[in-house]
């Protein structure tokens, strides 16, 4: 490689760990010659690619974001007054630096492991108690993917609750009033015609619901900006027992009467204006928000308290959360990765502003609102909602004039016909702004704005005295404490080192592929440009967003092999329900209506068969044989079984045991002589690209999970994007074709992190992507080479190699000590890591994938405590050490427990805190001792607790 090559391949050896002489190493410890052969070895060869992808090879990271930035300025930053659930909003500059642009914030993996995550948990309490009180509603979960998704599991937990038996759906309708946004319609048209919901669409004001219905959902204030009291509406629900959603808006509710008092059973809605920039559509945390009776159905994570060990407070993830995707197909959602990143954030802006702070922001916009409102009135232009918030609708006859104008001005409104217009405004609005609109209409229609005040003591006429908000909100002391940017910093700093992330050590979690996310990658999401558009934005103004979005889609087929690519889904999970539809909607094109039989092998992720539920299939299992593989003796039974209605398979590749299996071809022509269609789950395709691709070995449609395999950071429990890539025949089925099939809010889904995948693939191009491939297969061999001389490894492929992945048992030494597979992951933590994925897809077992961005140093690293465990499990084992009182059991040890002045355990201090040297030089500390999950279920707490407690403690 010449210096220019090298130049541009530099981004290649910043994302990948081992150089040359490690890797040399690495390949000896697993016993091969090249890096080749162990790629012969572990990928069968029949399903190899035989030529290149044709995808550009890479630039410099300072090239590209130099190229990046001239594409960006394609895109035009108008005023938006658009609205309909988007609004600008201003970051707290201490949020954007210390959170959101912070790897200690972005790259932590969702919460499971508590002990070492208790700062983000602490910090999506604050979110649920924020949405809890902001809505009046006692239980809210920890986000969901957008106002849409959560309308549609509202509307499905209602339906759930009403219909247990769905053979037999007594009340299958759903009352949609037709001024809720258009884009929670299209996503609640797509979520109920598979699983039998009839949506009545109308005005609530003349509904007549019977005991045929099940729910309704209303919009307060509704897309044209009127509050509507909703009450009597409820109340006529309620007579005939079917349950209220209301989507809403958290920064109206510091003025509006709460949904809860209100008398509605849910709420749901956005969070994006507490601080998250519109970013042409996400990402952005949804807020769902309901009443005790649903604690238990709740769809998404819910964060409770418990106690540790110690008896000190402690936060984890409640029952229904860890419970989710083991239920499979009897799963009520298929929520995994959420917005907790978004969340975070806006739980930071509250907790900076505080209530008093919001709702002067709150009041400002109103005031702004009614200041405008009432000169446009003055000037003639007929207001069409007389109650509002931030929005207003007007009557308009000359909707081209006015359009051309406002573009002009570069000023962009809703046109929801040819004759309303609507205005939102939002926290960055100012006197001028209220002004410049003005004089838009003034050319459009003869206004004298020279005259106009603005009369700050103006009373808020705009929303009727019964609906304007009495009851108190936030008030808990955290939502006090934090106003000035120092007391801020530092509150963010603390939370962020209660918790392992990327930025302390490898996180080498099976299936996850917590690999680098790398800073420029991240840098441009924060770009006004890329951030400040409205996704409803003209196109003229959003040219570099679609010059990124066709390039994106396009090389995402290239590496797929497949024909087309829809970006829209937020997450796998809502990846493999878009796909799923696709199949569904193909059938339905073949007037195959009767093909509902989805195969799913036992051993595949649980949003799999929950997805499958979701899009209206049957869920048949098929059998895995001894080595883990898919039995394809079984699976032929099943298919031929069910011939005549099989709509598909779903198949996750490698396995999620970690291994190319032999067999897929012959798997993929099984199901397709049978008549169905293959579903590729990709969650594992960082072991693929480069090296072989879904469409080349036989299946239809996949997912991507671009904050696994292309860099996007998992910013503890989302965002996530889960696009689809498809061949030619399931093309037309995408979501949002011919306007059918939509799953997100938005066209391209969470669109500005699709920056973060575009950096990854225009940075390592090809010859970059194969190589991380390679890597990612060569550091878990390296591991498993190593470890296996302590440890039974399960299932390898015909070469005894793994993929990017292996599972290691871990069940033996419950016989032989009594230490269980969850001693070992809270024991890694005393030694300054995160477990792996534990006890999926075996349980007793973890599931280790190093990624190809850790280096042999570290990879070492994490052996060396793994090795040490076993020595310590040994020692229990041959009794040195005691079964109860040892170091695995009482683990994680923190510094408070080290540092007591009281030690009664049967092995010393120094042995539990710093089992290996390197610990000695860098101690990273769980913040508490290990949590009691039973008793937080049993005392179930989703809130930060009643402000008296906070009292007592202060007496
Ligand atoms: C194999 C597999 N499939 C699907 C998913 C769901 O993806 P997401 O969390 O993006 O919804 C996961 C998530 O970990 C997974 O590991």
Known sequence: ?????????????????????????????????????LIDKTIPAGIRLQKKLDIAEPISEFEYLT???????????FKSYIGQGYYDTITPSVILRNLF??????????????????????????????????????????????????????????????NKDHDHISAGKFFVDEKIFEQTKEILITRAQPVGIELVFGDYKTAQPDEKYFGAIVQYPNREGSVEDYKDFIEKVHEVNAQVVMATDLLALTLLTPPGELGADVAIGSSQRFGVPMGFGGPHAAFFSTKDEFKRNIPGRIIGVS??????????????????????EKATSNICTAQALLANMAAMYAVYHGAEGLKEIAERITLLTQTLAEHLQESGFELVNKNYFDTITFKIDHRQ?????????????????????????????????????????????????????????????????????????????????????????????????????????????????MKLNAATELIPVSWAHFSRIHPFAPSAQTEGYDFIVKDLENLLCKITGFAACSLQPNSGAQGEFAGLMAIRRYHESKNATHRNVILIPISAHGTNPASAVMAGFKVVVTKCDEQGNIDIEDLKLQAEKNKDSLAGLMVTYPSTHGVFEEGIKEICDIVHANGGLVYMDGANMN????????????????????????????????????????????APFLPGKNNEGTVSAAQYGSASILLISYAYIKMLGESGMKK??????????????????????????????????????????????????EDVAKRLMDYGFHAPTLSFPVAGTIMIEPTESENKQELDKFCDALISIYEEIKSVENEEADKKDNVLKNSPHTLAVI???????????????????????????????????????????????????YLEVER
Request: proline share 3%; charged share 25%.
């Open 101 to 162: 642009e912070n790897p200690g914030w972005y790259t932590q993996y969702t919460p499971y492991q508590a002990e070492i995550a208790q700062g983000r948990l602490e910090s999506l309490l604050n979110f649920q108690t924020m949405v809890s009180d902001l809505t009046a509603l006692p239980i809210a979960n920890a986000s969901l993917l957008d106002e849409g998704t959560a309308a549609a599991e509202a509307m499905a937990m209602l339906f759930n609750h009403k």
């Open 67 to 77: 190229q990046l930035k001239k594409i960006a300025n394609k895109n035009k930053v």
């Open 1 to 37: 490689m010449n210096l220019f090559e090298k130049q541009s391949s530099e981004f290649a050896t910043r994302h990948i760990g081992p150089d040359e002489t490690e890797t040399n190493q690495m390949l000896a410890t697993i016993g091969v010659g090249s890096l080749d052969e």
């Open 307 to 328: 106690v540790d060990a110690e008896n000190n407070r402690a936060l984890r993830m409640a029952l229904q959360t860890r419970e989710q995707h083991i239920r499979r």
């Open 687 to 730: 072991a693929q690209v480069g090296l072989t691709a879904p469409g080349f070995i036989g299946a239809d449609v996949c997912h991507l999970n671009l904050h696994k395999t292309f860099a996007i950071p998992h910013g503890g429990g989302g965002p996530g994007m889960g696009p689809i890539c498809v061949n030619e025949k399931l």
């Open 899 to 949: 540092t007591a002045d009281e030690w009664n355990h049967s092995y010393s201090r120094s042995k539990a805190a710093f089992p290996l040297d390197y610990l000695k030089e860098n101690k990273f500390w769980a913040s508490v001792s290990r949590v009691n999950n039973t008793y937080g279920d049993r005392n179930l707490i989703c809130t930060c607790e009643p402000v008296e407690s």
């Open 401 to 513: 004039k006015l359009e051309e104008i406002s573009q002009s001005h570069e000023i962009n409104f809703h046109f929801s016909s040819d004759d309303l217009i609507t205005i939102s405004l939002d926290e960055t609005t100012t006197k001028n702004d209220v002004l410049d609109i003005l004089s838009v209409f003034n050319s459009a229609k003869d206004i004298d704005t020279s005259a106009i005040t603005f009369d700050n003591e103006a009373s808020l006429e705009n929303i009727p005295e019964s609906l304007q908000r009495t009851s108190e909100f936030l008030q808990y002391p955290v939502f006090k404490k934090y106003h000035s940017e120092t007391e801020m910093m530092r509150y963010l700093k603390a939370l962020e080192n209660k918790d392992l992330s990327l930025t302390q050590s490898m996180i080498a979690l099976g299936s996850c592929t």
């Open 772 to 821: 991380a491939t390679e890597y990612a297969i060569l550091n878990a061999n390296y591991m498993k080479a190593r470890l296996k001389k302590y440890f039974k490894i399960l299932f390898t492929g015909k070469g005894g190699t793994c993929a990017h992945e292996f599972i290691v048992d871990l069940r033996p030494f419950k016989t032989s000590a009594g230490i269980e597979a």
